[in-house]
C-alpha cells in the first residue's frame, strides 16, 4: 500500500515564477491537506481540499492555491515566488473532515528553493 | 485562538535512560491531540493521537503520552530511549468541529540520544 507520495522531491525557481507541486494521497484517503515548513518552524496549515473544493484556508496569501482531482490527488500551486516561500512543503492525507479523529499521514516533502 | 507550545528547543538524554518531551496547548473545547516525528529530510511519522478515554495514550517505537486537562498538557514518554530515537518530534492540535480539521504544529523538539 503506497502511502502518501508528492514529487518532484526537490525544485530550484527564481523570484517571480510560478510553481506546481504535486501530491497523490494513500489509498482510501479522501482528504487533502498542505503544510508549508520553513527552516527550523513547525509546518504552517495552508489549505485542505475535500470532494475537489477548498474546505478551509490557513493563513496564506491568494498566491496560493490548490486543486484537487477526482482521484482525489492534489495540486499545489504558488504565483510569483519570493523568496521567502523557500521551504519544505509537506501534503497529508486523511479520511474525510467529518471525522476529525482520525490521523493524517504525511508524504516525504517537496523542498523548494526560491533564488 | 488555538496553539500548541514545545518550551524546549532541545532534549538531551543518554540511551537507556527515561525520556520526555514537553507539550502544552490551547483551544476552545475538547482537543484531539498527536505527536509526530520527523527524521531528517522526511516527511513526518504520526507517533499517536489522544481524542477521548485513558489519559495515558500508547503509541509506536514504545512511545506514550499523557494527556492532562487541567494542565493543558500533552508531554511525550518513553521509558528506555534509544539512539535512533534522536529526530526531530512535533505536537499537534486539531479543534474538534467539523470546520477545524487543520492541525496546528508546536514549532518542534529535538531529541538527541547519546550512546
Known amino acids: 500500500d503506497a502511502g502518501v507520495t508528492q514529487s518532484p522531491t526537490h525544485l530550484i525557481k527564481t523570484r517571480g515564477q510560478q510553481v506546481t507541486l504535486r501530491c497523490s494521497p494513500k489509498?482510501?484517503?479522501?482528504?487533502v491537506s498542505w503544510y508549508q515548513q520553513a527552516l527550523g518552524q513547525g509546518p504552517q496549515f495552508i489549505f485542505q481540499?475535500?470532494?475537489?473544493?477548498?474546505?478551509q484556508r490557513g493563513n496564506f496569501p491568494d498566491r496560493f492555491s490548490g486543486h484537487q482531482f477526482p482521484n482525489y490527488s492534489s495540486e499545489l500551486n504558488v504565483n510569483a515566488l519570493l523568496l521567502g516561500d523557500s521551504a519544505l512543503y509537506l501534503c497529508?492525507?486523511?479520511?474525510?473532515?467529518?471525522?476529525?479523529?482520525?490521523?493524517?499521514?504525511f508524504g516525504q516533502g517537496t523542498r523548494l528553493t526560491v533564488v | 485562538a488555538q496553539s500548541v507550545a514545545q518550551p524546549e528547543d532541545q532534549v538531551n538524554v543518554a540511551e537507556g535512560n527515561p525520556l520526555t518531551v514537553k507539550c502544552t496547548y490551547s483551544v476552545s473545547g475538547n482537543p484531539y491531540l498527536f505527536w509526530y516525528v520527523q527524521y531528517p529530510n522526511r516527511g513526518l511519522q504520526f507517533l499517536l493521537k489522544y481524542i477521548t478515554g485513558d489519559n495515558l495514550v500508547k503509541g509506536s517505537y514504545g512511545f506514550e503520552a499523557e494527556f492532562n486537562k487541567s494542565q493543558t498538557s500533552f508531554h511525550l514518554k518513553k521509558p528506555s530511549a534509544l539512539v535512533s530515537d534522536s529526530a526531530l518530534y512535533f505536537c499537534?492540535?486539531?479543534?474538534?468541529?467539523?470546520?477545524?480539521?487543520?492541525?496546528?504544529f508546536g514549532k518542534g523538539t529535538t531529541l538527541s540520544v547519546s550512546s
Open positions: 497529508a492525507s486523511r479520511l474525510g473532515p467529518p471525522n476529525p479523529n482520525t490521523e493524517a499521514f
Open positions: 489509498s482510501g484517503h479522501d482528504t
Open positions: 481540499y475535500y470532494e475537489e473544493e477548498e474546505r
Open positions: 499537534a492540535v486539531r479543534r474538534t468541529n467539523q470546520a477545524g480539521t487543520a492541525l496546528i
